[in-house]
């Protein structure tokens, strides 16, 4: 099972590498190196927080595009990229916390009460770690240092956001090749043994 997680983790990371060249020659490189760019990766940034602050999550994929500009554009920002072991962590923790929720939500029924899907559960914590970060507009009472901590976790729950988000969407890629949401929710589904939930 190892080797399976590993190989989904890679796959992911050249699928982000392929969005972020995507991101950088289409957005971010338009302007020369300098304030001008820095103002650009973090008016991009800010959008796309705000269209994921706003919205709601469906099952027909209408926040991944947001979803990945926004990823692009924060790790532009904190001058990173997503390694094998970042997407291993992510992979992993979204399959574990689908199996706990699988369970809760067994037990939750004979309580009455409502239990999140992991695509909602990490809905939640980015629109927290958004807001505290003011990267959506409003205020924020951390100081800089604590705001560029805030972005680190946006990203954080931005990964485990998307490939829930895809386990929950509808649709699978056709043959064409392309590397989207529905073939990120392929990939998740090979890993998953118990049903995740929509979003």
């Avoid at 992911?12 to 490189?29: I, K, P, Q, T, Y």
């Avoid at 020369?32 to 602050?53: F, S």
Wanted: proline share 3%; hydrophobic share 45%.
């Amino acid at each position: 099972m190892d080797s399976e997680f590993n190989a989904v983790a890679e796959q992911l990371r050249d699928w982000f590498d392929s969005v972020s060249r995507l991101a950088s020659e289409n957005f971010f490189n338009m302007l020369p190196e300098g304030p001008h760019r820095e103002a650009v990766v973090l008016d991009i940034l800010r959008r796309n927080a705000r269209i994921l602050a706003e919205g709601e999550l469906d099952a027909d994929g209408k926040l991944y595009s947001p979803l990945c500009y926004f990823l692009a554009a924060a790790c532009r920002k904190l001058r990173t990229s997503l390694g094998v072991g970042h997407w291993l962590a992510a992979v992993g923790n979204v399959v574990r916390l689908g199996e706990q929720l699988a369970r809760a939500r067994t037990e939750s029924v004979g309580l009455g009460l409502e239990v999140d899907s992991p695509a909602a559960f990490f809905k939640h914590e980015l629109d927290e770690v958004i807001n505290h970060a003011a990267l959506a507009g409003g205020v924020s009472y951390l100081d800089k240092e604590n705001r560029e901590i805030a972005l680190g976790l946006s990203v954080n729950w931005g990964m485990r956001l998307l490939l829930a988000y895809a386990l929950g969407c509808a649709g699978s890629s056709n043959d064409s090749g392309r590397k989207d949401l529905a073939w990120i929710g392929n990939l998740m589904r090979s890993l998953v043994t118990a049903p995740i939930g929509t979003p």
